[in-house]
C-alpha cells in the first residue's frame, strides 16, 4: 500500500516537473525571438478576413464572366432583323 503510494506521488512529481520545464522553456523561447501568441492569432484573423475578400472578388468576376457569356450567346444568336435563330444553318 505504501509501494503504490511512493510510486503514485513519484509520477506525479515527474509529471509536475516535466510540465514546470516545458512551460519555462518555451516561455523563454518565445521571450527570446519575441513571439507574442497575441499578435499570431490577429495575423490569423487578419488573413482569414483577405481570404473572405479574395473569395467575393473571385465569384464576383466569375458572375462578370458568366453575365458576358450570356450576352454574347444572346447577340450571336439574333440575325440581322432582330428574330431569333435557333439553328446555326440558317
Known amino acids: 500500500m505504501v509501494l503504490g503510494f511512493l510510486v503514485y506521488e513519484a509520477m506525479d512529481v ?7 520545464t ?15 501568441i ?6 490569423v484573423r487578419t488573413d482569414e478576413e483577405h481570404i ?4 467575393d ?6 458572375d462578370m464572366i458568366l453575365i458576358g457569356d ?6 450571336n444568336s439574333l440575325n440581322d432583323q432582330g428574330q431569333l435563330l435557333l439553328c446555326d444553318s440558317i
Do not use: P, T
Open 22 to 36: 516545458y512551460n519555462g522553456a518555451s516561455f523563454i523561447y518565445n521571450w527570446y525571438y519575441d513571439i507574442n
Open 38 to 43: 497575441y499578435s499570431i492569432d490577429n495575423k
Open 52 to 55: 473572405k475578400q479574395l473569395e
Open 14 to 20: 515527474a509529471y509536475h516537473v516535466g510540465k514546470i
Open 70 to 75: 450570356l450576352k454574347q450567346n444572346d447577340s
Open 57 to 62: 472578388r473571385v465569384q464576383q468576376l466569375e
